[in-house]
Structure formats: structure tokens, C-alpha cells
């Protein structure tokens, strides 16, 4: 697994990733009520703003940590968006993407690094 600066995982399987939010950032929202999820097909770039977050305290959006292509989400969110507050780094992840660069993958922090950066 990896992470990014805006407190998302990625993690590797198989050709896709699969993309979520930290334990962190799931606590720094609150408790989620309402997630709008990309359309699969969709091509990104590394920085769009992709998946639309409400909770009690903010509406945030989530950016593509990647280039590439929306290839599944994670329906279960439209009727369940408190998934990602249960389980963010599990049941609650957002969608699947396939990269066009794979080896951008490892250019993502480490869990360390990740976890260094949060002390700062």
C-alpha cells in the first residue's frame, strides 16, 4: 500500500489499484453521509477532483492520486457512505483504476513516510 499527501491509499492488485482515504482523514471528516463516486470509464489525471465527500462537519472532494482509467467503484458507498468511516483502509474504499504510467505507483510514499508526514 501506498499514500499521498492528501491522505489517500493506494494499493496495488494485480493491473488496477484500488484508491481510498486514511484512517486520518476519515477521522479529520467525521462522520461521512453523503459520497458522489466517479463514473467508470472515466480517463483522470493525477490531481482531478473525482469523488465529492459530505459529512456532518465539511464537503470535501477527493483528487486522482494517478493517471488513468475509473475501471470499478465501490457502489456499496451510494447507500452506505458511513463504510468509510467503519473500514476506510477495507470495505470503504472509493473505486479501481488502471494506470497509465504503472511505475508511478511507486513514486507514492511509503506507510512510513506516509506516517512521518502526518507528525509534521
Known amino acids: 500500500m501506498k499514500y499521498t499527501?492528501?491522505?489517500e491509499w493506494?494499493?496495488?492488485e494485480g493491473d488496477e489499484v484500488v484508491v481510498?482515504?486514511?484512517?486520518?482523514?476519515?477521522?479529520?471528516l467525521?462522520?461521512?453521509?453523503?459520497?458522489?463516486?466517479?463514473e467508470v470509464g472515466s480517463a483522470v489525471s493525477k490531481g482531478d477532483e473525482i469523488v465529492v465527500?459530505?459529512?456532518v462537519k465539511v464537503a470535501s472532494d477527493i483528487t486522482a492520486p494517478l493517471e488513468g482509467a475509473i475501471t470499478a467503484i465501490n457502489e456499496?458507498?451510494?447507500g452506505a457512505p458511513d463504510m468509510v468511516n467503519k473500514d476506510p483502509h477495507g470495505a470503504g474504499w472509493f473505486f479501481?483504476?488502471?494506470?497509465?504510467?504503472?511505475?508511478?505507483f511507486e513514486a507514492l510514499m511509503d506507510e512510513e513516510?506516509?506516517?512521518v508526514s502526518l507528525i509534521k
Open 5 to 7: 499527501q492528501e491522505h
Open 10 to 12: 493506494v494499493r496495488l
Open 20 to 28: 481510498g482515504i486514511t484512517d486520518y482523514a476519515a477521522q479529520q
Open 30 to 38: 467525521g462522520d461521512v453521509v453523503y459520497i458522489e463516486l466517479p
Open 53 to 55: 465527500i459530505e459529512s
Open 76 to 78: 456499496t458507498l451510494e
Open 96 to 104: 479501481k483504476m488502471t494506470l497509465k504510467n504503472p511505475s508511478d
Open 113 to 115: 513516510t506516509y506516517r
